[in-house]
């Protein structure tokens, strides 16, 4: 099948052509005859399969055929978690825009907010936005979605993971008319989250799921190790360096904190690594991730503000330096690499601290891991026990004295928690217990 089978306007085949793009791929082939049609979407298919060309050919083409609603709205809007990917569906669309009169505008978080009442005010058709700065412009009055023909959530689960939502809801009740199309495309739509958005969103949506999420990404060759703690991780990670043969790489950690330290260890060793995270300011945010694709550092270092949606030809190992707190979110990391066919390498890092994240990982892919070691760098951890079900006992009549009953009972239920936990771990004796830190709070975005 080729892209002249689905319907597509030959202007927009042509400029396919010139991008080299011959074939579509399968969720192009299934989105875009159902786009063409105006039908709402709920779409997924696994990550670096091409779901950006899926919205942005059905909505180009609508650019070409059909007259406008209004003058002034903006008829298509794209809505993306991060500003990052924000940034990267807009430089897509204005690639296979160009040399058209349809223009577009990108309104995320960090920038002038002044440069974007301007820029609304040309009347863009294309909108590429991140949902808390397009709120603040509809609270502002500088953008109206009643014309909006078009609204596409692409990575919507991941926008209501960051708390999203009353932004979410805002901007549809701003676009609320009978004609709009809507249209969710994510790798992972099976949030419970999803499914009551998507009911209120979306007008009786095709459901498109090309395989499951769950399903093994045979381009992406996943290993998993076992850590006793961080030393481990690190010895890990030098010998990973050392013995892999990498083109770029990003590598994942719990934190912003650990972000910083790691690529200082790495910088130290002249491993040209740079660090991104949520709290930068956005030129920062911007130049490094521009320096990244220019292949100035060979790795970057980052939480999950960048694990969806980016496409960076060039990386090709993902290392999970610390699982991800949510299960979904280790497909999207690791679908960074393994993109439009090419192949990939994934390798996690599995400590104590990271063993429930594991655990859930393991779930979510409906599979069970095996894990891989190094010669001279294996651990002695083996994992936690599950803790063993609690008997189920008959709660007794309130006694008289509850309360001194109950200062008794917590020291003693405390010390038992924690025994529990050194006999479960497989583990020798000089095992490193980290002390509790406060997580920095999650990378929220705009
Ligand atoms: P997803 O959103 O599914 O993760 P993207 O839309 O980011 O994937 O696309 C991943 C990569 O595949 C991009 O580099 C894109 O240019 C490329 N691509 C998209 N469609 C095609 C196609 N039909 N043929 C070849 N490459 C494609
Ligand atoms: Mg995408």
Redesign the pocket.
Known sequence: MQFNDLGLDQRLIKKLHHLA?????E??KAAIPVGLLGKDILAS?K???????AFLLPAMQRMYRSKPFTRRDPRVLVLTPTRELAKQVFAQLRTLNAGTPYDGALIVGGENFNDQVKALRKDPMFVIATPGRLADHLEHRSTYLDGLEMLILDEADRMLDLGFEAQLRRIHEAANHRRRQTMMFS?TLDHTDVVNIASDMLNAPKRISIGHSAEEHTDITQRFFLCDHLDHKQALLDKILETENYNQMIIFTATRADTDRLTNELNERRLKAVALSGDMNQTQRNAIMSQFERDCHKILVTTDVASR?L?I?KVSHVINFDMPKHAEEYVHRI?RTG??GNKGDAISLVGPKDWKSFKNVEAFLQQSISFTTIEGLEGKFKGLKPAPKKKFTKKKPTSAKPVAKKTQAKPQAKKKMDKRFYDNMAVGDNVFIPKKKKPASPSAED
Request: hydrophobic letters at 25%; zero cysteines; aromatic letters at 4%.
């Open positions: 793009f011959d074939k579509p791929t969720i192009q298919s990550t670096g399969s091409g779901k950006t060309l790798a949606g496409d030809e679908g993109r439009a």
